[in-house]
């Protein structure tokens, strides 16, 4: 019987390829900008310097990365490090909640009147049926992550 594969069992982004990516920026920071030293990159992300010294490994004993060291340590590592995980499947644009100045109340009000917009069209019938439900759900979801920084939620 014929198989094929349809699925691969990567995903979107291999392991191999995303340890390559994490190791490189790591290498970038101590190494070549001398931003940091191992420890402090370690504490910064809260692991061991014998975990971060297992992911750079080279050779057949390098640690897989789990979700929560790569976030924390993309976290350590920068903005840059954070929009360059995210380019791995093509996003990108990140900026840390409490980068949002008082200067940018303005920017950050014109970016809601979109799905505030969405949001009034469809509930100018007073209410909101199965098809525009979805739209208003993601606008709102939109609204809600721009507004965190001016909430009580961003001091937690």
């Known amino acids: ?22 190791s490189s920026q790591i290498h970038r920071v101590l190494h070549v900008e001398r931003a940091m030293t191992r420890d402090e990159l370690a504490n910064a992300a809260g692991i061991t310097t014998a975990v971060l010294d297992a992911i750079r490994r080279s050779d057949g004993g390098r640690r897989k990365v789990g ?15 954070v929009n360059g995980m995210l ?12 980068d949002v100045e008082e200067g ?6 014109a970016d809601v009147l979109p799905g505030l917009s969405v949001i009034g069209d469809a509930a ?24 965190i920084p001016l909430s009580s939620l961003h001091k937690h």
């Open 1 to 22: 019987m014929l198989q094929r594969k349809t699925v691969t069992t990567d995903g979107l982004v291999s392991d191999d390829r995303f340890q390559a990516w994490l």
């Open 67 to 81: 979700a929560g060291v790569a976030l924390s340590l993309c976290y350590a590592l920068g903005d840059g490090a």
């Open 87 to 98: 380019a791995q499947i093509g996003y990108g644009g990140a900026a840390r909640i409490d």
């Open 104 to 109: 940018d109340i303005r920017s950050l009000l």
């Open 124 to 147: 100018r019938d007073g209410r909101i049926d199965h098809i525009e439900q979805p739209l208003t759900q993601k606008a709102a979801d939109d609204i809600i992550a721009r507004l």
